[in-house]
């Protein structure tokens, strides 16, 4: 299921990288950062469906901060909210469970939706890496976001309404 999203070309649009449609290579993946200790990875459910992932990595518990990253089943419905439940509760768990000072994001710049997405869930857009992908022949700019402890707590987390998760 992960592999036919991953290799999706709605989200393999945004994606740093492309990967072939492999079962092995997958599998190798998944080996890979199931025994990453800097990094957890969900299946995102909505009413019983699997509809994205959602990852956490780069956890740096010395630095207090950790990178995310995530995606939705192309087939899921979109426009229902979930993707914000979905980032909320992302939210919550990096600052309220594992102590994080800083949440940190990057974006393909052309990804002008998720670029805003991320402004409207509470993250500063702190800078543009110019030609920092090379993909398709060509070189795109990333867009780097972060979202601190404070705003967390002061501006967003009793301030808008979301269902909340489980994380296990």
């Known amino acids: 299921?992960?592999?036919?999203?991953?290799?999706?070309?709605?989200?393999?649009?945004?994606?740093?990288?492309?990967?072939?449609?492999?079962?092995?290579?997958?599998?190798?993946?998944?080996?890979?950062?199931?025994?990453?200790?800097?990094?957890?990875?969900?299946?995102?459910?909505?009413?019983?469906?699997?509809?994205?992932?959602v990852s956490l990595y780069k956890i740096d518990y010395t630095n207090y901060k950790c990178e995310w990253g995530f995606y939705m089943n192309p087939a899921a419905a979109h426009g229902k909210g979930v993707g914000n439940h979905v980032a909320l509760n992302i939210q919550e768990y990096v600052f309220d469970k594992l102590g994080m000072n800083k949440l940190c994001g990057e974006i393909m710049a052309e990804n002008v939706l998720v670029v805003k997405w991320h402004q409207l869930l509470g993250a500063t857009l702190e800078g543009k890496r110019k030609q920092h992908i090379f993909k398709n022949g060509h070189f795109h700019d990333v867009v780097v976001s972060g979202l601190l402890k404070y705003d967390w707590e002061n501006k967003i987390k009793n301030k808008l309404d979301y269902i909340r998760g489980v994380f296990e």
């Open 1 to 53: 299921m992960i592999l036919k999203w991953r290799t999706h070309p709605e989200i393999t649009r945004y994606m740093y990288t492309d990967i072939p449609y492999d079962m092995q290579n997958q599998r190798n993946w998944f080996g890979r950062i199931s025994n990453d200790v800097s990094r957890r990875d969900w299946i995102v459910q909505a009413d019983g469906v699997d509809v994205g992932v």
